[in-house]
Every structure is written in C-alpha cells, then in structure tokens.
C-alpha cells in the first residue's frame, strides 16, 4: 500500500505550510489517520491523529494551537494545516493509516505509513 505525502518545503520561522497524504480508499476511508516526525538524529515522534469520520482528533502538546488535521474521505486525502512554524518544527513528516477506526499518538496502532515530506523551518 503506498501512501503520498506531499506539500513540504522550506519556509521561515511563523510561516505556513499544508501537507497532504493520499491514501488507497479500501485501506483508508473506515480507519483513523494520523501524522508523524523525525527530526535529524532524534526518534520518530506523533504529531495528529484523526479518526475515520473526522469527528476526533488528537494532538501532541507542541502543536496544539497551529497544527490542525483533517480529512476528506470522498478525495482519500488527509491533511495537516500547519501554522506559526518554529525551527523545532523542522523534520520529515509521515503520514499513516490506523489499524482501527481510531488510533491514538503510538505507532504501533498504524499499519501503512507514507514516504515523507520534509519540512524546513527557517530562523
């Protein structure tokens, strides 16, 4: 199952970018989705998670308040709108599908995962 992630670059520090993440219908669209970073020489981390219909969402503490996922099921695209970006920010960004209809922050509860798009943010 492949998953396309796309929709990163280099940007200065506050600025925005979305990501986007193309995934398979009959792999996506019943299960929860989520986000994921690896910054150089640090362990892959969670950022977002959503459940399969949208209606929940969670978060890593360090981008609540400017990072929001979402998704559109009728596209098989996921999103991650990512606003007043930091330096900290800057990693490669993984999306993922869930095992079940909800999923939360562990990797272990995503089954296919994406490429990655990396993102830079500049000082």
């Known amino acids: 199952v492949q998953l396309q992630a796309s929709g990163g670059g280099l940007v200065q520090a506050g600025g925005s970018l979305r990501l986007s993440c193309v995934a398979p219908?009959?792999?996506?669209?019943?299960?929860?989705m989520g986000w994921f970073r690896q910054a150089p020489g640090k362990e892959r981390e969670f950022v977002a998670s959503i459940s399969w219909n949208g209606g929940n969402t969670d978060y890593q503490d360090s981008v609540k308040g400017r990072f929001t996922i979402s998704r559109d099921n009728a596209k098989n695209t996921l999103y991650l709108d990512m606003t007043s970006l930091k330096p900290e920010d800057t990693a490669v960004y993984y999306c993922a599908v869930g095992l079940r209809p909800y999923a939360g922050p562990s990797s272990n509860a995503y089954r296919y995962w994406g490429q990655g798009t990396l993102v830079t943010v500049s000082s």
């Open positions: 219908r009959r792999t996506a669209s019943n299960n929860a």
